[in-house]
């Protein structure tokens, strides 16, 4: 099974600041059709989780430009150029291009 | 607007059984596969299985192969999730995710159900 190695667990930042969370994969998430399906997921307290970004870089509709996917092969990274008081919430990663799908164990961020 | 509602969920003893549905609306629910992922309390996201468009494709987690079974009615626009032999590590929220790989990879999920495997 892919492991997919989120970091750091928790990350506290100041309202206003930029955030980083890496996702690694313990194998490549290029598929054979050239795309390489990696997600990042946001769920916020007592919610279901809301798509961000998806196949890397792509950035779902409605989703505050603030938020960026970046990264190729086995190492990928969510931004969050401004942190704002709504972006509080647990993050995941997820590979879409190997059986068994498998999700990071998640990033919490926090407000200082 | 798309929606995928889930229920069935509730309190089941050890070894029981369980069949999960998620109402699927405002898209072309035959164009899609579908998903269920599950969510432990206080835990992170597990994938569960994954069933193609047709049906014709179909995918489990090895923590769930051979006990449960997903399936889909696309004359419904029905997915169901139906659960046999449930342990207490089965104890989650279970929420139905629309997407293949394409652009809607799991981009709409439900509000989940909560399923309790307890004595």
């Known amino acids: ?112 | 607007e798309v929606q995928l509602v889930e229920s069935g969920g509730g309190l089941v003893k050890p070894g029981g059984s369980l069949r999960l549905s998620c109402a699927a609306s405002g898209f072309t629910f035959s164009s899609y596969s579908m998903n269920w992922v599950r969510q432990a309390p206080g835990k992170g996201l597990e994938w569960v299985s994954s069933i193609s468009s047709s049906s014709s494709h179909i995918y489990y987690a090895d923590s769930v192969k051979g006990r449960f079974t997903v399936s889909r009615d696309n004359a419904k626009n029905s997915l169901y999730l139906q659960m046999n032999s449930l342990r207490a590590e089965d104890t989650a929220v279970y929420y139905c995710v629309r997407g293949g790989r394409d652009s809607s990879f799991f981009d709409y999920w439900g509000q989940g159900t909560l399923v309790t495997v307890s004595s």
């Open chain 1, 1 to 112: 099974d892919v492991v997919m190695t989120q970091s750091p667990l928790s990350l506290p930042v100041t309202l206003g600041q930029p955030a980083s969370i890496s996702c690694r994969s313990s194998q490549s998430l290029v598929y054979s059709d050239g795309n390489t399906y990696l997600n990042w997921f946001q769920q916020r307290p007592g919610q279901s989780p809301r798509r961000l970004i998806y196949k890397v870089s792509n950035r779902d509709s409605g989703v505050p430009d603030r938020f960026s996917g970046s990264g190729s092969g086995t190492d990928f990274t969510l931004e969050i150029s401004r942190v704002e008081a709504e972006d509080v919430g647990v993050y995941y990663c997820m590979q879409g291009t190997h059986w068994p799908l498998t999700f990071g164990g998640g990033t919490k961020v926090e407000i200082k």
